[in-house]
C-alpha cells in the first residue's frame, strides 16, 4: 500500500510542466557552463567556489561537482522550494488536500508520501545534473581522471565516488530545506508564498553569513555548512566540515517534518 503511494505522488510529480520545465533548466547549467569554460580558454579560472575554477580547464570531471555547488546557493532550495509548494499548499489550492485528510489515512502518513516525493525527485534532479555535468564537461573540456583540490589526480572510477559523494550530500541539504518549505505549505493555499518564504530565508541567512559579529549565529545556519561540502574534493577528504554541514541539515530536516506533521495533524481542527 505504502509503496503504492510512494509511486502514485513521485508519477504524479513528473506528470507536472513546471516539474519538466524546473528539469529542463537544472540540465542546462552544466551545459552552458561547459560551454562557457570552453570558449573562454586558458582566460578563465578563479571563479566560483573556492579553487575549483582554476582547476576545470582540462579537468572535465570536476564541472558537475562545480555546478552542483554553484547550484545549492540559490537554484536548488528554490528547486525544492516549488516542489513542497505544490506538496501541500498546491493540493489545498486546487481542494484536492481536504480529500487526502478526510481519507481513512493517517495524516503522518500522508506528510511522508510527500516528502519522499520531494527527496526522490531532488535525488533524481542532482543525480541528472551530475550525469549531464560529467557528459558536457567531457566533451568540452575533456578529462584524463580528477584532478583535486589538493594537487593529486584521481583515476575515473574515484572520481566518480566522489562525485556520487557530493550528489548524496546536495540532495540531503535539499531535501532538508523542502522539508522546511514543507512545514511553510502545510500552514497556506498559496504556493508563492511558500517559495518566497523559502527563497527569502535562504538569502537572508547567506546574508547574515557575510557578517563577523553574527559569528555566534553561524552554526545554526544552514547555508553556513555549504562551503563545508567542496572537502569532498580534497585528498584525503576531511570529514569534520562535511559531517557538520550534514548534522546541521539533518536537524532542519527534523524541524521541518516535525512542524509540518504538527500542523497537518490539527489542520481544520
Partial sequence: MITRQFGSEVRWMLRRPRTL???FGLVLVPIVISFGIWTAGEDEGGGGPPGLGAILQGNGMVVPIFTLFLS??????????????????????HGTLRGLLVAPVSRVRLLFVKLFGLAA???FAVTLMAVVGIIAGTAFLGTDGMMTLSGTTLNTGEGLLRIALFVVLVTFQMVSIGAVALA???TTEHPLVVQAATMTTIIVFQV??????????????????????IDVMRDPVPLDQIWDSTLLAGCYLL???????????TKDN
Avoid: K
Avoid at 528547486?79 to 506538496?87: E, H, P, Y
Avoid at 553569513?209 to 562551503?227: A, C, K, M, N, V
Fill in 21 to 23: 520545465i524546473g528539469l
Fill in 72 to 93: 545549492l546557493n540559490l537554484l536548488l532550495p528554490l528547486v525544492a522550494s516549488i516542489w513542497a509548494a505544490d506538496g501541500l499548499a498546491g493540493e489545498a489550492q
Fill in 208 to 229: 547574515l553569513g557575510q557578517f563577523s559579529s553574527l559569528d555566534w549565529l553561524h552554526p545554526f545556519l544552514i547555508t553556513t555548512g555549504f562551503p563545508g561540502l
Fill in 255 to 265: 524541524i521541518g517534518t516535525g512542524l509540518a506533521a504538527m500542523r497537518l495533524i
Fill in 121 to 123: 525527485m531532488s535525488l
Fill in 184 to 186: 511553510v505549505s502545510a
